[in-house]
């Protein structure tokens, strides 16, 4: 029987103890496993990286409620890596001063900010802590109850085993035994896995003791022949599958069809021993043909990977290029927004790495990733902040032209709205709701001082241009005046044209200067005329001249008492003068010559006298007509 023992069937011992082309095999396929395992949770992490804490734990909190816990590991892991990134985050924040280079400050309280953060950070943790420690505790228990199971199955198994035995102890009819035998085979395979560590024995045990009743037991040889047709039918069949899976072009796939095809092939009884070899040998041969692709393939990937690995470094660059552009505007941070969202979709599109280099390369992008949202997240808050500040600013230039709408002082109003426009400009972006709104209201404002303005400057124009054709129509008259033999009569004349004249209001500023200086000269003309004296001449060209200053406004009224003031100045300098030189003149009659001197003092004296005299009436002119 030993001996018996130790010709197993090769299909049993290929299956018992793999040689090493199916050993490297399954390796790779482990490393395969590995690799598609850490691309999935690399993925699952990438899903997580744009969630704050509070999603996180909504997240995992609806995982724990839907989810079988028996695939939760994945996502689990992924929004526990997320979260503690936000916390480490936290925590650089508030490093040392020999770390920070001074004392952390703490941002501003807002509505939406409690002002204690560290209060609400701890909070957060604490749940979050809750929600894992529970999933791992679920997590334990159906371990341990998928272990317990294993150990129930393992019991049940040597049970069969035990049966088994005793089946070859009995000397029943065959007709009763058989089916015993078939049962037994059939609850073997129902029965689930059982500890790893027990696999191999086990089966050998109970391979064993199943060829053992079909070589020892004296048992019907046509039954026996029967059941050795059945088990030769379903391994032909699994040779012919393990065949077609060569042409699968999803080697993955085909591999692990292989290994449940082998699951099959154990599970079944022996052949009759002159099938026993061949069939073994066809089965292996396909089995070594898909090894040989499995093993291409991952040759093909490894390559493959060194070429998704050249990519991801490439966009890590251009990742980290993204960050160290400085985004000043809202503008700017919506397109680098959506360049890295680019990458980030190119990301997904590539393939893992290399086993040795896929973490790291991942560990890289995403905190290119984590960095430039940070930096955005900070970039909107202050942003918040100024639209805000800039919101008021330009309220409080509304109130300013909203209080400057009624106001007539045309000229200086302008000159303000004209500033307060350029301080509009100045000011940045105000919260969108309100940007139309506040717009408006402050074009508004404009609008309806200028419309006044308009209106107002729009009655003055043809006004102006009226009083132009009256006042080309007096110089037309002085023309054409022609004296006559009496002087007063003259004067008096020129005199009517003067008040008429200044009686006349503005004219279009572009006309004022030529009509002005057409007036002064055809006036001046037939002063020139008139049988007068100089000192007359000059007191009524004097009088013009004020009456073409007189309505001018306040500007008007100082010029006038600035001219008063510097006649009266001038008159007391006269009288000093004259009272200084009659003095003089009695000092002059002791001297030699003192004719010529006195008659030249004389002369300084009458000269003094008759300016005096003009200055005088100049004075009372300008009284008479501002008093």
């Known amino acids: 029987m030993n001996n018996q023992l130790q010709n197993t069937a090769p299909e049993e011992q290929f299956i018992a103890s793999p040689h090493a082309d199916e050993t490297t095999s399954v390796e790779l396929h482990e490393d395969a496993a590995i690799h598609e395992e850490e691309m999935n949770e690399e993925h699952s992490t990438l899903k997580y990286i744009h969630l704050g804490k509070e999603e996180l734990l909504d997240v995992f909190g609806k995982l724990l409620e839907t989810q079988p816990i028996e695939v939760l590991r994945r996502e689990a892991e992924a929004i526990k890596s997320t979260f503690y990134k936000f916390v480490k985050q936290e925590q650089k924040k508030k490093q040392?001063?020999?770390?920070?280079?001074?004392?952390?400050?703490?941002?501003?309280?807002?509505?939406?900010?409690?002002?204690?953060?560290?209060?609400?950070?701890?909070?957060?943790?604490?749940?979050?802590?809750?929600?894992?420690?529970?999933?791992?505790?679920?997590?334990?228990?159906?371990?341990?109850?998928?272990?317990?199971?294993?150990?129930?199955?393992?019991?049940?198994?040597?049970?069969?085993?035990?049966?088994?035995?005793g089946l070859l102890e009995k000397q029943e009819d065959i007709n009763h035994t058989f089916p015993t035998f078939r049962e037994l085979q059939q609850r073997w395979r129902d029965t689930g896995p059982i500890p790893i560590s027990q696999t191999t024995d086990l089966w050998n045990t109970y391979q064993h003791y199943v060829e053992l009743f079909y070589d020892y037991v004296k048992i019907n040889n046509e039954l026996r022949d029967l059941d050795f047709k059945k088990n030769l039918e379903a391994k032909t069949l699994l040779c012919e599958k393990a065949e077609k899976l060569i042409l699968e072009s999803n080697i993955i796939t085909a591999f692990n069809k292989l290994q449940k095809y082998h699951e099959e092939w154990r599970e079944l009884g022996p052949v009759a021993h002159e099938y026993r070899e061949q069939m073994w040998e066809r089965f292996k041969a396909a089995t070594s043909a898909i090894n040989k692709k499995h093993q291409e393939y991952f040759e093909s990937q490894k390559e493959e990977q060194r070429k998704n690995l050249e990519l991801k470094q490439q966009l890590c660059i251009k990742a980290e290029e993204l960050i160290q552009v400085e985004s000043k505007d809202n503008k700017t941070w919506n397109e680098h927004s959506k360049a890295m969202e680019e990458l980030q979709k190119m990301w997904r599109t590539i393939g893992f790495a290399t086993k040795k280099e896929n973490t790291r390369i991942f560990e890289r992008f995403r905190a290119a990733c984590d960095k430039f949202y940070i930096a955005k997240r900070n970039f909107y808050k202050q942003f918040k902040t100024d639209i805000q500040e800039n919101l008021q600013k330009k309220i409080a230039l509304c109130e300013q032209v909203e209080s400057l709408i009624d106001s007539t002082d045309w000229k200086k109003t302008t000159d303000k709205l004209i500033s307060l426009q350029k301080q509009w400009k100045e000011i940045g972006a105000v919260p969108r709701k309100q940007s139309d709104a506040i717009w408006k209201r402050f074009r508004m404002a404009c609008d309806t001082f200028f419309n006044k303005k308009n209106e107002h400057f729009s009655s003055i124009d043809s006004e102006h241009v009226e009083n132009l054709r009256q006042k080309q129509a007096i110089i037309a008259e002085i023309e054409a005046f022609t004296p006559s033999g009496n002087p007063e009569e003259n004067l008096a004349a020129l005199q009517d044209f003067q008040r008429r004249w200044t009686s006349i209001g503005f004219v279009p500023f572009k006309e004022k200067e030529r009509i002005q200086n057409t007036?002064?000269?055809?006036i001046d003309q037939q002063f020139k005329n008139l049988n007068i004296t100089d000192s007359e001449k000059k007191i009524m060209r004097f009088k013009s001249r004020i009456n073409d200053i007189k309505g001018g406004g306040d500007k008007a009224n100082r010029v006038i008492r600035s001219e008063r003031e510097k006649l009266v100045y001038k008159l007391r300098q006269l009288e000093s003068d004259i009272a200084l030189w009659e003095n003089n003149i009695g000092f002059f009659a002791k001297s030699k010559n003192a004719e010529v001197m006195i008659a030249e003092v004389n002369k300084k004296i009458a000269k003094a006298k008759e300016e005096l005299h003009i200055i005088e009436e100049k004075i009372k002119l300008i009284e008479k007509q501002y008093n």
């Open 96 to 165: 040392p001063e020999e770390e920070t280079g001074g004392e952390p400050q703490p941002e501003p309280a807002t509505e939406e900010q409690p002002q204690d953060v560290d209060e609400v950070t701890d909070k957060l943790e604490e749940q979050f802590k809750t929600l894992y420690n529970e999933y791992k505790r679920r997590r334990t228990e159906h371990t341990q109850q998928l272990e317990t199971q294993k150990e129930q199955n393992l019991i049940v198994k040597q049970g069969i085993i035990d049966e088994l035995k």
């Open 519 to 522: 007036y002064r000269t055809v």
